[in-house]
């Protein structure tokens, strides 16, 4: 089955600095890669997703990059605020399941 | 937020007890995932179902099962409960469509205690 490992599992930056979280999947076939934003206590959102077919999509601060051949996408985060402050999950979708990686908690500070 | 619902939303049950969890589907989702939460690590996928047949099984024991009903609510159930099966259940909505799965969007989550 699909294998996603995520990387760091804690990022510390200042206000107004980037972050950058990385994932690496097993799978050839997956096709599909959300990210989710999960704040203590709540429900992960989708934050952004990107398809195989696609290299990079942006919205706002937030940018996912892919590499299908590498096996890899990332999660950049440009001027970051106190409120992103949450666990970040990557994941992996081959036909029609959902693979996730252990998270990374993002502590941004003032 | 999401329009997906989740009920219970905290639940203490005991060692060989039975637990059953619901799922409210966002409008036009037909299809529900069902992941478990451990306490700092990610959700796990247990099953998923479409039109109401299961649609895909995660590492999950039998003990879980699951329904999805004609208006695409569901239900978790597990059987003889395990300490170990205290977690946060999440369920997810979703559109499956030309044999695809479309995002999914969670619920607020069944955070279980077994004691």
Redesign the interface.
């Known amino acids: 089955g699909e294998n996603v490992e995520q990387h760091p599992s804690t990022l510390s930056v200042q206000e107004g600095d980037s972050a950058v979280i990385k994932c690496t999947y097993s799978d050839s076939a997956s096709n599909y890669f959300p990210w989710y934003k999960q704040e203590l206590g709540k429900r992960p959102q989708l934050i952004i997703d990107i398809r195989s077919n696609v290299g990079e999509k942006k919205d706002q601060r937030i940018a996912v990059t892919l590499n299908k051949t590498a096996k890899h996408f990332s999660l950049h985060i440009t001027e970051t605020q106190p409120e992103d402050s949450a666990v970040y999950f990557c994941a992996a979708r081959g036909y029609s399941t959902l693979t996730f990686g252990k998270g990374t908690m993002l502590l941004v500070s003032p | 937020e999401?329009g997906v619902t989740q009920s219970p939303t905290h639940l203490i049950k005991t060692r060989g007890q039975q637990v059953t969890l619901r799922c409210s589907s966002q409008s036009g989702h037909n299809?529900v995932?069902w992941?478990q939460q451990a306490l700092?690590?990610?959700?796990?996928?247990i099953f998923?179902y479409?039109r109401e047949e299961e649609?895909?099984r995660?590492n999950f024991p039998p003990r879980f099962s699951g329904l999805q009903f004609p208006n695409y609510s569901s239900e978790l159930n597990v059987n003889a409960l395990e300490l170990d099966d205290s977690a946060l259940y999440?369920c997810?909505s979703s559109l499956?469509s030309s044999?695809?799965?479309e995002?999914?969007?969670?619920?607020?989550?069944t955070r279980l205690l077994v004691l």
């Open positions: 999401t299809t995932s992941y700092g690590q990610g959700p796990q996928f998923q479409y649609n895909g995660g999440l997810a499956m044999g695809s799965v995002t999914q969007y969670f619920g607020p989550g």
